[in-house]
DNA sequence: CTGAAAGCGCTTACAG
DNA sequence: CTGAAAGCGCTTACAG
């Protein structure tokens, strides 16, 4: 684009560098009419806009942060960045999207450059990889703010959905329905992702309080490619689970899939309660029951939370965990 | 965090400012192999790393580029971002994402800003409001790609689905399971939105190619909320569609949403096939058929444009639209 | 009420 | 093979 510069407003409005700026930043306290309209004018006709990127280097900001999730395509994950990205604009700041696949060398990259390009902040999945590198971040007073993981030893606000609710609210929804098998499937559990361990050691605790004991055969656990045959597995052994709390929106597709290849029928044949409400519980037959994360909300938490540390400069008494009501949406699959 | 400059490293591994330049911008044709070795070291023991603001600054780069979508929510455009976000990351930029909604004022305030920030160039999904704007940027020589949507006497490379060949794809196969009496439902009809207006043009082009007369009781657009109402009075008119075409993701889930509650079964009481590969589409019951767009390749393809034209610097050749084929997936809908 | 000067942290001819 | 100097386009005390 053209190349003007607040050089070339001051000299067509016949004052100082030092005058624009003030006028560009509305420090107006001393400023003459006159000046000012001479400025005005002057922008006006050369259509001048400034270069924040020299703005940034002077005042060590840059209005906009970096957020890295593990993948843009997961549902949950796209409504956290909608939440963050409605949050920022309002505040004048813009988001950096990445996208770490689970792959600490990758956002290793990913924040390395993030710095490097002076973001102001961070709201990261953290992949659990990377647990040193924050560390130092955080050291530097960095501002840096956790999505749906716990990284222990980094002390970093994190918000969270109460998974260990979800469960609870998951089983008692179905021990309520009548059933007493109730079995789980789960994605891999590598121990990073929080939230996952968490929803599981959330349907063991609440067999507990309901008294069903827990039985190993009716949790399953694995790849997203393999899961078909273990849930085939687990549904023909012979006293088999009949009904199933599916841990996130993927497990509940893979299921659904299965369901649908081997004509079972919903409810009856297999009960389903989903943690996630997936975009087509409603118009699915029968009709899903889900529970639902706040995902906006937490977004919205998550990224209220980088800006005030932004703003403050300080780390005080904000290192908790934030953590968010699930909600459940009863239909009629159990 | 830390205030390492190159000025630090310098000194420390008693160089000059230029020669570190140098050697991280792996000029090393002249360089003497024990200078490298000291300047590793001190940036190794300084922990330095570059600030890139300032590199962007004399640059006049910033290996960022700015996408504006209309609304992140949407999967097309989830998908489109996750694709431009996989090419820029192996080409080391960086995207900012910002959502217009549709709305010319907003989409003005993220261009303004994303200039301002010295994004090197802009993919969007214009809203049609700021067309002056656009030209102002291209007259300028600055780098814009189009996705989704052409505006007319704005030259600018453009991504697009053939919108036209999808609704032909998609009465056709009606046709071919003996359908005759065809309907298409459809968001409102701004002018702005290509994709919807060709999807349109090209359902009443189709029947015509099949001999079938073009029926206004047929075609319904509606705002998505509206939609319910308008479906009702379409299929309980004297003569109702058979099969509908359903314009995109959205408009189906109204229509399916529509269809569960009057217990309508598909495809006896009403065929159905949608435009958009919605992610339940395998696991309805009956799965559905769809048309689906090839979003990561033109996701892709957006990013190529974008960044060759942000590397040539020139307008040569590429004000093209480049169009994508639609993809049938038939499944038990139709 | 306004301007001259220094500085943010880099890069880049140019000199030697 | 390396360094001094100017400059990218702003902001910010400070002087007057």
Chains 1, 2 share one sequence.
Do not use: W
């Not at 930043?25 to 005005?40: A, H, L, P, S």
């Not at 942060?65 to 395509?73: F, Q, R």
């Not at 813009?94 to 696949?101: E, L, P, R, T, Y």
């Not at 599916?246 to 079972?264: G, H, M, S, W």
């Amino acid at each position: 684009m053209k190349a003007i510069t607040m050089a070339d407003v001051a000299e067509q409005a016949g004052v100082s560098k030092s005058t624009v700026s003030q006028f560009l930043n509305e420090r107006f306290d001393y400023m003459g009419k006159e000046t000012k309209v001479k400025i005005e004018k002057a922008i006006e006709e050369l259509g001048y806009s400034p270069n924040i990127v020299a703005r940034s280097l002077k005042q060590k900001s840059t209005m906009t942060i970096g957020v890295i999730v593990a993948n843009i395509l997961h549902v949950f994950s796209t409504q956290v960045i909608r939440a963050i990205e409605d949050y920022c604009n309002e505040s004048n700041f813009h988001i950096i999207v990445c996208n770490a696949d689970d792959d600490p060398t990758k956002e290793k990259r990913y924040i390395d450059m993030l710095r490097a390009k002076q973001v102001d902040g961070i709201i990261a999945f953290p992949t659990g990889g990377n647990a040193e590198l924050y560390n130092k971040l955080i050291k530097a007073n960095y501002p840096v703010v956790f999505m749906d993981r716990i990284l222990t030893g980094v002390p970093v606000p994190t918000v969270m959905l109460d998974n260990n609710k979800a469960s609870l609210i998951a089983v008692s929804q179905l021990v309520k329905d009548g059933y007493q098998r109730i079995g789980m499937i789960a994605p891999p559990l590598s121990s990073c992702v929080t939230s996952r361990v968490e929803r599981i050691d959330g349907y063991k605790q609440a067999l507990q309080k309901h008294g069903i004991p827990f039985n190993p055969d009716y949790l399953v656990s694995g790849e997203i490619t393999d899961l078909e045959v273990k849930i085939h597995h687990m549904l023909t052994q012979a006293e088999p689970p009949e009904a199933i709390v599916a841990l996130n929106d993927r497990v509940l597709f893979e299921i659904l899939t299965y369901a649908k290849k081997q004509q079972l029928t919903i409810p009856k044949d297999l009960a389903l309660i989903g943690i996630d409400d997936v975009s087509y519980a409603s118009i699915y037959s029968p009709a899903l029951t889900t529970i639902a994360q706040p995902a906006f909300q937490m977004g919205e938490k998550a990224a209220e939370l980088l800006l005030s540390r932004i703003r403050n400069k300080s780390n005080e008494g904000i290192l908790d965990v934030y953590r968010f009501e699930p909600n459940l949406i009863k239909r009629e699959s159990c």
